[in-house]
């Protein structure tokens, strides 16, 4: 089945500094991929997508790569602030009209 | 520009009761999606209908119903309702043939059950 793999643990960075979340993905055929953040008390909003290989996704200064060969579709950016603090989901979609497939999500907090 | 609304935003309820949860798409969309997350978890699909028909069925309980009307809202029925219930319910739009699959989030209802 499709499942998604985000890195353990949550993630706690001071002001500006670099962020890099992991997210693997096993599906089948070639899934859409995207990044989901949910701010405390607050539905999920779309932060970026990718839909083929190689595509870059980028939104707010955040940016992933859509990797086909590692099946990874890693979030970064460069220099995070305290507004950035919130729960990072990765997620798939295999065809449109289909379900997403989260991850477990990862919590975000940014110290000033 | 419009957004996915969900009623009510908070509902408590006792065991046993019965609970319904109601979602207004994104105008134009053709597909409505339920989520279900417990506290600290991704969430877990529920159910989704394109065009008020019923397309894809994940981890829903027998207790819960649900269905998408002719003006294409859509509302989740749930009874015998146990502790474990509790949770936040989304419901999420898209339109399918719109390129990638975005699914458009509510903000969310949460059910407390004691």
């Known amino acids: 089945g499709n499942s998604v793999t985000q890195m353990e643990g949550p993630v706690t960075l001071s002001e500006e500094a670099f962020l890099t979340i992991n997210c693997t993905y096993t599906?089948?055929?070639?899934?859409?991929l995207f990044w989901y953040v949910q701010y405390p008390g607050e539905g999920l909003q779309l932060l970026l997508k990718?839909?083929?290989?190689?595509d870059k996704g980028s939104n707010k200064g955040f940016e992933a790569t859509y990797r086909k060969e590692t099946t990874s579709f890693h979030l970064e950016k460069g220099s995070v602030q305290v507004s950035d603090s919130a729960v990072y989901f990765c997620?798939?979609?295999?065809?449109?009209?289909?379900?997403?497939?989260f991850g477990e999500g990862t919590q975000l907090t940014v110290n000033p | 520009a419009a957004g996915v609304i969900q009623s009510p935003r908070h509902l408590i309820k006792e065991k046993r009761e019965t609970a319904t949860l109601k979602c207004y798409p994104i105008?134009?969309?053709?597909?409505v999606y339920w989520y279900q997350q417990g506290p600290g978890q991704d969430p877990q699909f529920l159910i989704s209908?394109?065009?008020?028909?019923?397309?894809d069925k994940g981890s829903i309980p027998d207790r819960f119903s649900a269905q998408q009307f002719s003006d294409y809202h859509s509302e989740l029925n749930m009874s015998s309702l146990e502790l474990g219930d509790s949770a936040l319910y989304f419901c999420?739009?898209?339109?399918?043939?719109?390129?990638?699959?975005?699914?458009?989030f509510g903000a969310g209802s949460r059910l407390t059950v004691l």
């Open positions: 999420a739009s898209s339109l399918v043939f719109s390129g990638a699959n975005v699914l458009t």
């Open positions: 599906a089948t055929g070639y899934p859409s």
């Open positions: 990718a839909t083929k290989a190689d």
């Open positions: 997620a798939l979609s295999v065809t449109s009209g289909s379900r997403l497939t």
């Open positions: 105008p134009r969309h053709d597909t």
């Open positions: 209908f394109y065009e008020k028909m019923q397309s």
